[in-house]
């Protein structure tokens, strides 16, 4: 039966499993039932995400994703549509959607955005792929806003390399690799939140003076407070779409 097989695949490969996807082939009249193990996260996450509209704006031009792939890996995105309002919410959406459906069928990350570059009008594209399983976590940039990784009380910031004005129809993909035991936070923003505040001449740093002095580790506690920030910075009206992700990485008791 199912729960033998799976005590069979734990004692020969050391590890435990979990059933990822089953067909039962009674219920589909078909003669065969099929079930896909999986081996068991060693790392689980908690999201929360926080979003508002540009002030009079029916629509959001950010979109986000957070889905499991069907490999097992976690996917979090976020599409920065130029502008804001229903175009770009269509483009975002598009963006978001394509590369979901490429990621899905099995198609390189990098690969995956630069074709949907090629095909779509440009959009800041965040992308994080994380293996809950191996401790391995991916980013894919594409002119985004810094990604901040937080570590105790340190905070670091990954970010796109800046081109010069002109160049953004030859914007790059870049990719970075960090190891999950290191990172107990990862935050996630749209453009709109790191230029909110004018005190400091490098915008990027108050985003990560505010995640230095937070004292709260809830993912959506957190993502609540950055947005909130954000539009107080803005002087209580939102100039833009706004979104932040965030994401808690803990380790599993196995």
């Known amino acids: ?5 799976k005590t069979i695949l734990e004692r020969i490969l050391k590890d435990k499993f979990i059933i990822q996807h089953q067909e039962c082939g009674l219920r589909e009249s078909k003669e065969q039932c ?8 060693k790392f689980s996450v908690q999201i929360g995400i926080s979003k508002t509209t540009k002030a009079g704006s ?19 995105a976020i599409s920065d549509g130029m502008g804001s309002g229903p175009e770009a919410m269509k483009s975002s959406k598009v ?21 949907i570059n090629s095909i779509l009008e440009i959009t800041q594209k965040d992308v994080e792929i994380l293996d809950l399983y191996s401790g391995i976590m991916e980013f894919v940039k594409n002119g985004a806003c810094p990604t901040y990784l937080k570590r105790n009380k ?17 914007m790059a993909v870049e990719v970075y690799e960090c190891d999950l035991p290191d990172v107990d936070l990862i935050v996630m923003c ?16 108050w ?17 609540d ?30």
């Open 1 to 5: 039966n199912i729960k033998r097989i």
């Open 34 to 41: 099929k079930f896909t193990y999986m081996s068991q996260d």
């Open 58 to 76: 029916p629509v959001s031009g950010d979109t986000n994703l957070e889905t499991k792939l069907e490999d097992g890996k976690y996917l979090l």
């Open 95 to 115: 963006a978001i959607k394509t590369l979901e459906r490429l990621l899905t069928a099995g198609f390189d990350k990098t690969m995956s955005l630069k074709l």
């Open 154 to 170: 340190e905070v670091q910031l990954l970010k796109a390399i800046s081109l010069p004005g002109g160049a953004i129809d030859k």
């Open 190 to 205: 749209s453009d709109r939140v790191i230029e909110s505040n004018d005190e400091y001449i490098n915008k990027e740093v």
């Open 207 to 223: 985003v990560k003076y505010l995640l230095e002095d937070m004292q709260t580790d809830d993912a959506q506690k957190i993502a």
């Open 225 to 254: 407070i950055l947005l909130k920030e954000a539009i107080d910075n803005d002087y209580g009206t939102q100039k833009d779409d706004m979104t932040v992700i965030v994401a808690k990485i803990s380790k599993k008791i196995r």
